[in-house]
Every structure is written in C-alpha cells, then in structure tokens.
C-alpha cells in the first residue's frame, strides 16, 4: 500500500526555520517525482518545490533561496528545509508523488499520483 506521511508543520515566528519530512511507504523513491506543495485558505494549491533522480531540482519563485528539498533514499523521505519564513508561507504543506513523469507535470500541472494527508505550517508572531 502506497502511502506518504508528512510531518514537521507547526507554529514558527516570521524568520524562523522548520523541516518537513515525507516518509514514503510502499515504493522506492527511485523513479519518482517527489513534491511539495502549499494550500493558503481561500487561494489555490502551489507547487513549492520538486525533486527526482533525473532533474535539478524546482523551486516556486516565492521560495528560492529560502528553502532547500532533499532526499534520503534509506530512509525513503524527502525532506523541506524551510528558512526565513514569511506570514506568507502560511498553509497546509502536502507531498505528492508521480513516477515516470517530469518535474514540470508534477510541481507546474499538479498532476500527482499519490499525495500525503498534509501538515499545517502557521507563520506568525
């Protein structure tokens, strides 16, 4: 069974710095597209950032420079380094995965195939 566990949200004051994580169960990481996406009430999903085996990694405008994904295939999970945060990155933050696919399909179209339950992330002072 394909599963995808985020953790790591919370409450941080604006210029602090929390890591996401997204354990993956039930397939390998290896010829996925792993991405993390954001939900602000009352605005649209975005994709954040994006990471596979194949491509560089993709970062959403509002966001390089500030965070940083990675992968740990032991482990299985992708983690968002997520730095000097803004009220803005305020949402819930869900993962997604695709294999066989592009970067540009899963972080630009949102055309994922599993995605996670989510995890709130509340910027604020």
């Known amino acids: 069974q394909v599963q995808l566990v985020e953790s790591g949200g919370g409450l941080v004051q604006p210029g602090g710095s929390l890591r996401l994580s997204c354990a993956a169960s039930?397939?390998?990481?290896?010829?996925?597209?792993i991405g993390w996406f954001r939900q602000a009430p009352g605005k649209e999903r975005e994709g954040v950032s994006c990471?596979?085996?194949?491509?560089?990694?993709y970062y959403a405008d509002s966001v390089k420079g500030r965070f940083t994904i990675s992968r740990d295939n032991a482990k299985n999970t992708v983690y968002l380094q997520m730095n000097t945060l803004k009220p803005e990155d305020t949402g819930v933050y869900y993962c997604?995965?695709?294999?066989?696919?592009?970067?540009?399909?899963?972080?630009?179209?949102?055309?994922?195939?599993?995605w996670g339950q989510g995890t709130q992330v509340t910027v604020s002072s």
């Open positions: 997604a995965a695709r294999p066989f696919t592009t970067i540009q399909e899963v972080c630009l179209n949102g055309d994922a195939q599993y």
């Open positions: 039930g397939f390998t990481l290896d010829y996925y597209v």
């Open positions: 990471i596979s085996s194949s491509e560089g990694p």
